[in-house]
Structure formats: C-alpha cells, structure tokens
C-alpha cells in the first residue's frame, strides 16, 4: 500500500501548525515607516558621523530604555558621580536633553544639566532609577522591532560608513539574546556623549521645568 499522500498531507499539516505558532512581528504602518526616516534624518543632520550602530542605539533606548544600564541604586549613584566628576564641559554638548528613536518615549538628558546646575544629580538618578524600573519589552521583541527599523533605514540608500560590518554584528548580538551597544567610537570622538536615559513623563513632570530655565 502506498501512503506516500497521506504523508504529504501529514507533513502539510506539521507545517501549517508550526507557522501558526512561529511569532511574527505585525507588517510597519505607512506613518511608522515615515517616523522612522524623519528620525534618520534627524539623527544624521545633528550627528552627521553617525553609524548604523548609533542609530540602532537611540531606537534602542527609545524601545527599551535604560533598564540594562541599572542593577542597583547604589552601583547608579556611584557610577553617575564618577563621570560627573570626569567631564571636559568645553567638549559636552549644549543641548540638555533630546528624544531618542522613533516614538520619543525616552529621552536622553545631558550631564551638562547636572554639571552647570540646572538639575541635581540626585534628581537626575532618581529619574534615571525610576525609568529603568518600568516593564519592558523582550528581546525577542525588540529583535523584531529592529528588524522592520533597519529595513525602513536600509531603503533609504544612506551609504552609512561601515554599514554591513555593523549590521551584521547587531544582527549576531541579537540572535545569542544580547541587545545592548556602545556608542560607535565616531561617535564618542565626535559628540562626546554623557547622559542618562529618562522616561518621557518623568522628564517632563520632574526634570524640563528646570530644564527649561535659562
């Protein structure tokens, strides 16, 4: 007897059911899409010695904020004094805080605030603190979320300096279950970047009114 169709069929079935389990990110709306390239052009006209790696870390941050950077309070505290002890001001930025990514749900705020006084650096680690203690994301999610990010970017033919290398080293990360960067050392030697990533609402209730002040 030849059971040749009916395992076929059984194998068809297997399939069907393994791809009804298989997560699958949801399609990125025409609006997102376009968020993503207005945030591209932003990053590049302020940064312009921006890599593929810089701006997967503000869409990072933005997606899954500052939780990775805090394993206790005190470890923080001493951290965040340390580097403001270090700081050149002549090569800090002027702006003190920013969006980061594509939904600005993250901000980044300059240790320069904290330096020439417009904040506290207990102010400053509280909402740091606070931001790293909010539900995340997974990995897996952010995976995927990246994914459909750097497929926006790479349609948009930027000929980023060193692009391949560095998506492929983003791509091994995430894939071993890794999701966090530095800032590319271009970066670092061109914009000099000290800051802590804050919640939107917590910057916004807590820290811009200060911020603001001139």
């Given at each position: 007897?030849?059971h040749?169709?009916?395992?076929l069929?059984?194998?068809?079935?297997?399939?069907?059911l393994?791809?009804?389990?298989?997560?699958?990110?949801r399609?990125?709306?025409?609006d997102?899409?376009q968020?993503?390239?207005e945030?591209?052009?932003?990053?590049?006209?302020?940064?312009?010695?921006?890599?593929?790696?810089?701006l997967?870390?503000?869409?990072?941050q933005?997606?899954?904020?500052p939780?990775?950077?805090?394993t206790?309070?005190?470890?923080a505290s001493?951290?965040?004094?340390?580097?403001?002890?270090?700081?050149?001001?002549?090569?800090?930025a002027?702006t003190?805080?920013?969006?980061?990514?594509?939904?600005s749900?993250?901000?980044r705020v300059n240790?320069r605030?904290v330096?020439?006084?417009?904040?506290?650096?207990?102010?400053?680690?509280?909402?740091?603190?606070a931001?790293?203690?909010?539900?995340?994301?997974?990995?897996?999610?952010?995976?995927?979320?990246w994914?459909?990010?750097?497929?926006?970017?790479?349609?948009?033919?930027?000929s980023?300096?060193?692009?391949q290398?560095?998506?492929?080293?983003?791509a091994?990360?995430?894939?071993?279950?890794d999701?966090?960067?530095s800032?590319?050392?271009?970066?670092?030697s061109?914009?000099y970047?000290?800051?802590?990533?804050?919640?939107r609402?917590?910057?916004e209730?807590?820290?811009?009114?200060?911020?603001d002040?001139?």
């Amino acid at each position: 007897m030849n059971h040749t169709p009916h395992l076929l069929t059984l194998m068809l079935l297997v399939a069907a059911l393994l791809m009804a389990c298989t997560p699958t990110s949801r399609p990125m709306s025409d609006d997102d899409a376009q968020r993503v390239r207005e945030m591209t052009r932003w990053q590049l006209e302020h940064y312009p010695q921006s890599r593929l790696i810089d701006l997967y870390k503000t869409c990072f941050q933005d997606y899954m904020g500052p939780e990775h950077a805090v394993t206790s309070k005190t470890l923080a505290s001493n951290n965040l004094n340390e580097e403001l002890s270090g700081l050149d001001m002549d090569s800090l930025a002027t702006t003190l805080y920013e969006p980061c990514g594509v939904d600005s749900q993250y901000y980044r705020v300059n240790l320069r605030a904290v330096a020439q006084g417009n904040i506290s650096a207990h102010a400053l680690l509280d909402a740091f603190v606070a931001s790293a203690q909010r539900q995340h994301p997974t990995v897996e999610q952010w995976k995927q979320r990246w994914q459909q990010i750097q497929q926006v970017i790479s349609g948009m033919q930027l000929s980023l300096p060193h692009y391949q290398q560095d998506s492929t080293a983003i791509a091994a990360m995430l894939d071993v279950g890794d999701c966090a960067l530095s800032h590319s050392d271009e970066y670092k030697s061109a914009y000099y970047p000290h800051y802590r990533i804050v919640a939107r609402d917590i910057l916004e209730s807590e820290l811009q009114p200060a911020l603001d002040k001139r």
